[in-house]
């Protein structure tokens, strides 16, 4: 069974950063694309982030691009947002997606639980 | 950036009817479209992909339908688990990639 679990949200100063993670369990982890999605309060979705499943490729929303960095472990199957220079509009539920293929689809068939950052003063 | 445009934003309707969702682009898109459905407090699962290709495992009561900048969501037999969000998204440009602003589908 695909299972994603994100972890280190929590709260933050605007301006400050934090790391997520996303351990991944259940598949080939370093077969399939990742992306990183949002979703402010009460919004709708966001595209944040994504990566190609060797890491080679990495793509980002203008709103982020600059401040967040993508990663990826695939010997550990984890997966990472660093997030710095945060804003109070980047507050978010923070979710982890599987692409639906090994490329880079954007087509998720698999997401994790989500991670709660809350950027305030 | 593609737009993406749901209509309705809201939708009211009984268990046991068949509703239509749309999704309008900003510029066409082949067949590069996403339906997601969304209940509160929980992660959005993947329906539809490439515009009318059921995700495995979602019931066949969802189909879709579609190409260029108009696609529609159908759920035939409204069932009380139904009720959600919908959210369409183009992959178009997966690069940049968008959503549509959701559609509430309420009792």
């Known amino acids: 069974e695909v299972q994603l679990l994100e972890s280190g949200g929590g709260l933050v100063q605007p301006g400050g950063s934090l790391r997520l993670s996303c351990a991944a369990s259940g598949f080939s982890f370093s077969m399939y694309a990742m992306s990183w999605v949002r979703q402010a309060p009460g919004k709708g979705l966001e595209w944040v982030s994504g990566m190609s499943n060797s890491g080679g490729s990495t793509y980002y929303a203008a709103s982020v691009k600059g401040r967040f960095s993508t990663s990826r472990d695939n010997s550990n199957k984890i997966f990472y947002l660093q997030m710095n220079s945060l804003r109070v509009e980047d507050t978010a539920v923070y979710y982890c997606?599987?692409?639906?293929?090994?490329?880079?689809?954007?087509?998720?068939?698999?997401w994790g639980q989500g991670a709660l950052v809350t950027v305030s003063s | 950036d593609i737009q993406m445009t749901q209509s309705p934003s809201s939708l009211s309707a009984s268990v046991g009817d068949r509703v239509t969702i749309t999704c309008r682009a900003s510029q066409r898109i082949n067949n590069n479209l996403n339906w997601y459905q969304q209940k509160p407090g929980k992660a959005p699962i993947l329906l539809i992909y490439d515009a009318s290709s059921l995700q495995s495992g979602v019931s066949p009561r969802f189909s879709g339908r579609g190409s260029g900048t108009d696609f529609t969501l159908t759920i035939t037999s409204l069932q009380p688990e139904d009720f959600a969000t919908y959210y369409c998204q183009q992959t178009h440009s997966t690069i940049f990639t968008t959503f549509g602003q959701g559609t509430r589908l309420e009792i």
């Open positions: 997606a599987k692409d639906i293929e090994g490329s880079y689809l954007a087509t998720w068939s698999h």
